[in-house]
Every structure is written in structure tokens, then in C-alpha cells.
């Protein structure tokens, strides 16, 4: 069935960079648009970025603005997010997400870390 496992996370220094992974199956992946949100501790999950099935359309929030970028590779079922410029703030679990038969599937999740 769905299945979204992301990977990539870990600690970075402020200014740093990370470059996370979502690995999809079970649907047809390139019929669909994909979805990072990001969750802190006793805050709401929040979407951070989203792009179309053929990748031709983004959209950020505007913290990840000008640092962040969302891409897809059909080929190989995969949605990354390559996070510049890493500030405190983007310290959260990442979870990759897509709306599959008016359901939302989720990955576990990956943790993302930026102190000094």
C-alpha cells in the first residue's frame, strides 16, 4: 500500500545544509503532487513546501522561502528538500505527504536539528 519513508535528517550547524528524501510506493507516484510539512515539539504541524506531479509548480511557505527547494524525480519515486541556509527554527520532524484517494498518507518522519 502507500508508503512514504523519508530520510536525510540529522544535525547541522546554523548556515548549514541538509538535503532530505522521501522514498514513495504503492501509488502511482507521478500522477500526484507531494507535500514537506514540519512539526516542533508542542506546535502545529505546518506545510513548508509543495510541488506539482511534473515538479513544473512550487510553493513554499514563507519561512523556507529563498532557502528552501522542493524537487521530485519520477524516475526513481522521490521528493527531496534541499534546505540552505539552516537557521534554529527549522529544528523540527519533517514528514513527507500526499493526498492519495482523498486520503492523506504520512511518513514517519525525519528529524532535522540545527544548533551551534
Known amino acids: 500500500q502507500v508508503q512514504l519513508v523519508e530520510s536525510g535528517g540529522g544535525l547541522a550547524q546554523p548556515g548549514g545544509s541538509l538535503r532530505l528524501s522521501c522514498a514513495a510506493s504503492?501509488?502511482?507516484?507521478?500522477?500526484?503532487?507531494m507535500s514537506w510539512y514540519r512539526q516542533a515539539p508542542g506546535k502545529e504541524r505546518e506545510l513548508v513546501a509543495s510541488?506539482?506531479?511534473?515538479?513544473?509548480?512550487?510553493r513554499y511557505a514563507d519561512s523556507a522561502k529563498g532557502r528552501f527547494t522542493i524537487s521530485r524525480d519520477n524516475a526513481k519515486n522521490t521528493v527531496y528538500l534541499q534546505m540552505n541556509s539552516l537557521k534554529p527554527e527549522d529544528t523540527a520532524v519533517y514528514y513527507c505527504?500526499?493526498?492519495?484517494?482523498?486520503?492523506?498518507?504520512w511518513g514517519q518522519g525525519t528529524q532535522v536539528t540545527v544548533s551551534s
Open positions: 510541488i506539482s506531479s511534473t515538479g513544473d509548480f512550487r
Open positions: 505527504k500526499v493526498d492519495y484517494q482523498t486520503w492523506n498518507y
Open positions: 504503492g501509488f502511482p507516484f507521478r500522477m500526484y503532487a
